[in-house]
């Protein structure tokens, strides 16, 4: 049996948690792990808590991650060095007790491998050097040679070690849809106003460009599961941008296909921002776990959806630019809507953004996991999870 415990050490068991926080060596669980709360709640079974962890957990607010960006000089030679996504991945972990780690990359590296030429200049997003955005370049695009992504499969398995079971790491991908919305514009756009247009003018050519990106993305997340990610989940930043007919047709059809090649023992998260108009279908994307933006009701997608598919999800990462007891507040609304039944995961709506003090972070950490454990939910019973840990 794996125990449920939280990260241990000194600074990372969640406040209140030392009942369950038993120290426990890879040696007494080979191959498990001494955390996996976060895999309980994928597959909807109990936890003595809910698990937290936060899209952008690493990145430009904490200034460890600041320091180490300006040694290696970009943002790039952070990614394709594994030692360094190794110690970003892990920099979260060292200041707040969270149940899981994301690798360090970025969705964009998929693209990069299939020729565009990625880049990131100081303070500006990402660019490629060329596009995909007419016909000869969309046909002319191939599943890359997954040796050139061999970096990230390193970083994998470097976290990994590094790790040591203490809590599951999760693998990732963008969409095929939202990497072609990248890979048409060249970058970021406010709008996309290139791939809207060409979803009416020339659907074929859309489609063929996520197909061929559905077919790299699938190979590129067995490849991390095979270097032993624990969970994998896809960001569909974009898809919210379409009809709901088109996203059904270019973004979640080629997320089903993907997450159809992938090995049936990892448990999956979708995650499509702002595509409240299609949750009933994206619950029957095949992913074990939904993630939410914080415009879409948590609480209701628990109940009509709960029984199919766990959620994560879904504070607004703007929230935590207010302070510690307004965040605490927040969060405990949060997991008192999403109730006491398994199968939910607390996280940001989108990313951590640049701005946001650490202390909130941890203030937020410990208030998922205090309110989780003390009130069990919207009910004031205890989550069916605590009830049961004696038999964990
Ligand atoms: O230091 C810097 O300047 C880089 C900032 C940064 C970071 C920290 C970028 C550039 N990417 C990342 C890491 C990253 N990106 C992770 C790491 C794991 C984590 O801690 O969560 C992940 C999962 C991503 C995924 C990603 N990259 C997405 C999907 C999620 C989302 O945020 O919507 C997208 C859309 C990207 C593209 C990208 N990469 C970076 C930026 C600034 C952007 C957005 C560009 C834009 O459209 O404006």
Same mark, same amino acid.
């Given at each position: 049996?794996?125990?449920?415990?939280?990260?241990?050490?000194?600074?990372?068991?969640?406040?209140?948690?030392?009942?369950?926080?038993? #120290?426990?060596?890879?040696?007494?669980?080979?191959?498990?792990?001494?955390?996996?709360?976060?895999?309980?709640?994928?597959?909807?079974?109990?936890?003595?808590?809910?698990?937290?962890?936060?899209?952008?957990?690493?990145?430009?607010?904490?200034?460890?991650?600041?320091?180490? !960006?300006?040694?290696?000089?970009?943002?790039?030679?952070?990614?394709?060095?594994?030692?360094?996504?190794? $110690?970003?991945?892990?920099?979260?972990?060292?200041?707040? #007790?969270?149940?899981?780690?994301?690798?360090?990359?970025?969705?964009?590296?998929?693209?990069?491998?299939?020729?565009?030429?990625?880049?990131?200049? $100081?303070? $500006?997003?990402?660019?490629?050097?060329?596009?995909?955005?007419?016909?000869?370049?969309?046909?002319?695009?191939?599943? #890359?040679?997954?040796?050139?992504?061999?970096? +990230?499969?390193?970083?994998?398995?470097?976290?990994?070690?590094?790790?040591?079971? !203490?809590?599951?790491?999760?693998?990732?991908?963008?969409?095929?849809?939202?990497?072609?919305?990248?890979?048409?514009?060249?970058?970021?756009?406010?709008?996309?106003?290139?791939?809207?247009?060409?979803?009416?003018?020339?659907?074929?050519?859309?489609?063929?460009?996520?197909?061929?990106?559905?077919?790299? +993305?699938?190979?590129?997340?067995?490849?991390?599961?095979?270097?032993?990610?624990?969970?994998?989940?896809?960001?569909?930043?974009?898809?919210?941008?379409?009809?709901?007919?088109?996203?059904?047709?270019?973004?979640?059809?080629?997320?089903?296909? +993907?997450?159809?090649?992938?090995?049936?023992?990892?448990?999956?998260? +979708?995650?499509?921002?702002?595509?409240?108009?299609?949750?009933?279908?994206?619950?029957?994307?095949?992913?074990?776990?939904?993630?939410?933006?914080?415009?879409?009701?948590?609480?209701?997608?628990?109940?009509?959806?709960?029984?199919?598919?766990?959620?994560?999800?879904?504070?607004? #990462?703007?929230?935590?630019?207010?302070?510690?007891?307004?965040?605490?507040?927040?969060?405990?609304?949060?997991?008192?809507?999403?109730?006491?039944?398994?199968?939910?995961?607390?996280?940001?709506?989108?990313?951590?953004?640049?701005?946001?003090?650490?202390?909130?972070?941890?203030?937020?950490?410990?208030?998922?996991?205090?309110?989780?454990?003390?009130?069990?939910?919207?009910?004031?019973?205890?989550?069916?999870?605590?009830?049961?840990?004696?038999?964990?």
């Amino acid at each position: 049996m794996i125990a449920a415990g939280p990260l241990q050490g000194a600074n990372h068991a969640p406040s209140g948690a030392s009942a369950a926080a038993k #120290p426990q060596g890879l040696g007494d669980h080979p191959g498990g792990l001494q955390n996996d709360t976060l895999l309980r709640a994928l597959r909807r079974e109990p936890t003595p808590y809910v698990p937290v962890w936060l899209m952008r957990q690493a990145g430009r607010y904490l200034p460890e991650y600041a320091a180490l !960006r300006a040694k290696a000089g970009s943002f790039m030679a952070l990614a394709t060095t594994p030692s360094l996504a190794t $110690e970003v991945t892990l920099q979260p972990l060292a200041r707040f #007790p969270l149940d899981a780690a994301i690798l360090f990359s970025d969705i964009l590296t998929v693209p990069d491998a299939m020729g565009l030429g990625l880049s990131f200049a $100081e303070g $500006e997003g990402p660019r490629f050097a060329r596009t995909a955005a007419d016909e000869p370049a969309i046909r002319a695009l191939r599943v #890359p040679d997954l040796a050139k992504l061999r970096y +990230v499969f390193d970083a994998v398995g470097e976290i990994k070690r590094a790790l040591a079971g !203490r809590v599951p790491l999760i693998g990732f991908a963008g969409s095929p849809f939202t990497l072609a919305c990248y890979m048409i514009e060249g970058g970021g756009s406010a709008d996309f106003a290139a791939v809207r247009r060409m979803a009416f003018a020339r659907p074929d050519l859309l489609e063929r460009l996520v197909s061929v990106n559905a077919d790299a +993305v699938a190979a590129y997340l067995c490849e991390q599961a095979a270097a032993g990610a624990d969970a994998l989940m896809l960001f569909d930043t974009w898809g919210g941008l379409l009809t709901p007919d088109a996203y059904r047709r270019f973004s979640l059809a080629s997320m089903r296909a +993907v997450i159809a090649r992938l090995p049936r023992e990892v448990p999956t998260i +979708v995650f499509t921002k702002g595509a409240a108009a299609t949750l009933d279908d994206i619950v029957q994307s095949g992913a074990s776990c939904v993630g939410l933006d914080w415009t879409m009701d948590l609480r209701e997608a628990r109940r009509r959806h709960g029984a199919r598919v766990a959620f994560q999800g879904n504070l607004d #990462p703007l929230a935590l630019l207010t302070d510690p007891a307004t965040v605490e507040r927040a969060a405990t609304e949060i997991v008192a809507a999403a109730g006491p039944a398994p199968g939910y995961v607390f996280n940001v709506g989108h990313g951590v953004v640049p701005a946001t003090p650490p202390d909130h972070v941890a203030a937020l950490v410990a208030a998922v996991h205090r309110a989780s454990r003390v009130t069990g939910g919207a009910s004031g019973t205890p989550p069916r999870a605590v009830q049961q840990r004696g038999g964990d």
